[in-house]
């Protein structure tokens, strides 16, 4: 009985402390001022206004009754905000020459309050591989790769992250993609070193393995949806280049830090990616390992090939 007329007396009592006539308020939720975007381009000098072609970028965003920060490094290619909580960051910028892009900081405050700024930059980015690297690739001259189907591991997803440098969650068998998808296995790659640059020739005679039915980048002729398998696709030539890599995965990763970017929509390696950068995790003179973004937002895959 007592017990009962405690929560009695309680519950009036949170009763007759409700004003419904008191106004209630959700505080200041006046946005950020005065956003300030630093670039510390690396290398900058009255000689060298773009930096010293490392394309290394320095950030550091500042603003007041900011409590978080997102940027965009690069409007050219969509606004995709990565999360910036201490305001600092630096940027790698990979392609070749010098270029203009146009950098975008959303400031937060309290109650989701944002505000936005802009600012373009010009960043030279100068890269020269090891002479290594296109020996084994092109032979000095072009050499033919294909997935190595003969290797377990010759296929891998883990996850598109900094902290990651490996298939973390599934890894394809010894043929895996056989039964369903052969033509994953006797699509040609061929690499060549041609004046003035590389090239890159895709021989797909029984068409283009994609896992989602979509090739990002829109080669000819691929639906945009469908299940994983084999689309007619009539091969394809095109240039590409050597740029760092700009994965961001551990520095005592097995890694060359050097990149293949395709240029583009006609050509493809193994499959096709959101990103037309390839990783070079590991290049011999009969084996390459690689890594890019794959389809799907947040998968990174991993591809083995061996030269012919």
């Given at each position: 009985m007592?017990?009962r007329?405690?929560i009695?007396?309680a519950v009036?009592?949170?009763a007759l402390?409700?004003?419904p006539n ?9 946005p ?9 381009i690396v290398?900058?000098?009255a ?29 050219a290619d969509?606004?995709s905000?990565?999360?910036?909580p201490?305001?600092k960051?630096?940027?790698k910028y990979?392609?070749l ?8 900081v959303v ?22 591989p090891?002479?290594?690297?296109i020996?084994?690739l092109t ?11 003969s ?6 997803v883990g996850?598109?992250?900094d902290g990651?440098?490996g ?5 394809a068998a010894?043929?895996?993609k056989?039964a369903c998808c052969?033509c ?5 790659f061929?690499?060549?070193?041609i004046?003035?640059?590389y ?12 896992k989602?039915g ?6 000819p ?5 469908g ?7 009539g091969?394809?030539s095109?240039s ?14 097995p890694?060359?830090?050097?990149a ?5 929509s ?7 990616a959101?990103?037309?950068?390839f ?9 390459m ?17 061996k030269?012919?």
């Open positions: 007592l017990n007329i405690i009695l007396a009036v009592g949170m402390g409700c004003n008191e106004d209630y308020t959700l505080g200041d939720l006046t950020p001022t005065n956003i300030a975007i630093n670039a510390e290398g900058q000098t000689a060298t206004p773009n930096g010293d072609g490392s394309g290394d970028v320095k950030f550091t965003i500042t603003a007041d009754g900011a409590l978080n920060y997102r940027i965009d490094y690069d409007a969509g606004i905000l990565d999360n910036l201490t305001g960051a630096t940027r990979t392609k020459g010098t270029n203009t892009y146009l950098v975008t400031a937060y405050g309290k109650g989701g309050s944002s505000s936005t700024a802009t600012k373009e930059i010009t960043v030279q980015s100068n890269f020269t090891d002479a290594s690297i020996n084994n032979g000095g001259s072009s050499k033919t790769w294909v997935v190595d189907q290797v377990p591991g010759h296929f891998g996850p598109w992250s990651s440098s298939p973390d969650w599934w890894s010894i043929d895996e056989v052969n994953f296995y006797t699509t040609t061929k690499f060549s070193k004046p003035g640059g090239s890159l020739e895709v021989n797909s005679p029984d068409g283009a393995f994609t989602t979509s090739l990002a980048g829109g080669l002729g691929i639906p945009g949806s299940d994983e398998g084999c689309y007619a696709y091969g394809g095109g590409f280049s050597f740029v760092p890599s700009s994965t961001g995965i551990p520095a005592s990763a890694s060359t830090k050097t293949i970017l395709l240029s583009g006609n050509t493809f390696i193994g499959y096709g959101l990103q037309k950068e990783e070079i995790m590991v290049l011999t003179s009969n084996y390992y690689l890594r890019a973004q794959g389809t799907e937002t947040g998968n990174a895959w991993y591809l083995k090939l030269a012919l």
